[in-house]
């Protein structure tokens, strides 16, 4: 069984569940694509870390999801990574 099927059977039997995974679903869609873009462009936590003056503790703990960054720090994470940030507020549909 995956994680996406294991979230599905998990919200069927907790409604509430669902309302705070769909809160908490921005911050892993950001640290999956941290993820992905480090390991494509084929670096480690600590050369990720050097890149952007910063400690490899820290990225572990941002790739977890133990911390959450600011804006600053994803502006910096994004250049370490060679890519551009974009954040966009949406309107939710009525």
Known sequence: MNW???KEILIKNDPLLKD????LE???QVIRQIIELRINRKLTQKQLAEKIHDKQSNIARLENGNINPSIEKLVKIAEGLNADLEI???PRSA
Do not use: F, G, S, V
């Open 26 to 28: 921005p911050k892993y």
């Open 4 to 6: 996406k099927e294991a």
């Open 20 to 23: 705070e995974l769909d809160k």
């Open 88 to 90: 966009k507020i949406t």
